[in-house]
């Protein structure tokens, strides 16, 4: 056995006749190559068509239960694959069968740990697609490299050596596994991208809904390290709260003793800093701090605080002097603009958390 194709599916019934029909009209040697289908519960008859498969090719089926979940079934997959080099495609002919070979090649011949079926790299496209999924797949693919440097991270036309995925993280779940498993290598794996032309399906319906945009947005900002969980967001809000007040109460208490607007900005900002700076590390980040105080910690705090302070003022200053808002109002906007930009500094620069990798 030289591959194994791990096809995901979740009611696909319309498209996977059709693709096991194109991948085997390939003409490749039976016995070099098996296609594994992992179901995920599918009601619409889908894995009944996959049985009618196993009977007379080399195909298999697995069946899993529970929560359908895209990166936990091609690990299943992989787990139950029989050959060290792994094709995953989807199973709704968007990626072109005739281009297995080109994708498996490289791992085969031992070039390349892992290749991508790249629709971004020059000569690949994408036909069919409505605009938004454009702007979606472009939108990911742009956060995507700033961890990750190759044009497609978020395909789902890939290859790799089977070992590679006993480093994929444990946290890992959703749509985006080839990003886990970039991510795993650490910029050591050797990468080949493949142009391909993606073609939106014909039959059927994408299952990418926005819990899933949102659970890939929310693992990006994991892997790129950064402290985000409900517990930091809640705790940090928390501490913000308090700041905020702290901040209008001095920032008031200025005006009204006739002080001067920056004079009033940057001591009402320096209050609630130095309080929300010890509550943070104390309280909110504290599962990714040391009771000790370090320096380089304490010094990129304060460059996050005052890039955030530049950014308040800027804010203010519009809003007062272009805008005509009152600086009493004006201040709201302000601090809440620089209470997210304290949030991501924190999280990504200050206190940055590389356990969940
Ligand atoms: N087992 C299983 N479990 N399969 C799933 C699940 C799931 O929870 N969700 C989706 N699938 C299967 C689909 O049946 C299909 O074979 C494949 O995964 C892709 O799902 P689609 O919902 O059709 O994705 P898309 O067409 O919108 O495409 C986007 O995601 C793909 C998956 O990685 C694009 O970004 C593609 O580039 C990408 O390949």
Redesign the pocket.
């Known amino acids: 056995m030289q591959f194994s194709i791990i ?6 019934s319309q498209n996977i006749d059709l693709l096991l029909t194109r991948l085997f009209a390939l003409h490749l040697d039976p016995g070099n190559f098996e296609v594994i289908i ?3 519960n599918s009601t619409d008859g889908t894995p009944e068509k996959v049985r009618i498969w196993t009977s007379h090719a080399n195909v298999h089926l697995i069946e ?1 239960r529970g929560k ?3 990166t936990a ?1 091609i690990l299943a997959g992989v787990a139950a694959a029989h050959s060290n080099a792994i094709v995953v495609m ?3 002919l ?2 072109p069968p005739e281009q297995l070979l080109t994708m498996v090649t490289p791992i085969l011949d031992n070039n390349y740990d892992v290749v991508i079926g790249s629709r971004y790299k020059a000569g690949g496209s994408t036909e069919n697609w409505p605009l938004y999924r454009h702007c979606l ?1 472009r939108i990911g693919g742009w956060l995507a490299r700033s961890i990750c440097d190759v044009s497609d991270a ?4 890939f290859a790799f050596r089977r070992e590679l995925s006993a480093h994929i993280s444990d946290k890992a779940y959703g ?2 596994i080839l990003l886990e498993l970039l991510m795993a290598g650490q910029g050591k794996y050797r990468i080949l991208e493949v142009p391909i032309c ?1 073609r ?2 014909m039959h059927g319906t ?3 809904s926005i819990s899933h945009q949102w659970a890939y947005l929310q693992r990006l900002m994991i892997l790129a390290g950064g402290a985000i969980n409900v517990n930091t967001a809640g705790r940090f809000a928390l501490v913000g709260l308090l700041g905020v007040f702290i901040d209008a109460f001095v920032f008031q208490w200025l005006i009204n003793q006739a002080a001067g607007l920056a004079t009033a900005h940057i001591l009402g900002f320096l209050a609630a800093a130095t309080v929300n700076y010890a509550l943070n590390s104390k309280w909110a980040f504290r599962q990714h701090h040391t009771d000790c105080l370090k320096w380089n910690q304490f010094a990129r705090f304060l460059t996050v605080g005052a890039l955030a302070l530049l950014l308040r003022g800027g804010i203010l200053a519009l809003l007062v002097y272009v805008g005509h808002i009152p600086a009493t109002i004006a201040i709201y906007p302000a601090i809440i603009a620089t209470a997210i930009v304290n949030y991501f500094g924190a999280a990504f620069y200050v206190f940055p958390d590389k356990s969940n990798l």
């Open positions: 096809v995901p599916t979740l009611n696909e992992v179901d995920d899993r359908p979940d895209l079934s989807d199973a709704d968007s990626h797949s978020t395909s789902g036309f749509y985006k993606f939106d399906r994408s299952k990418l």
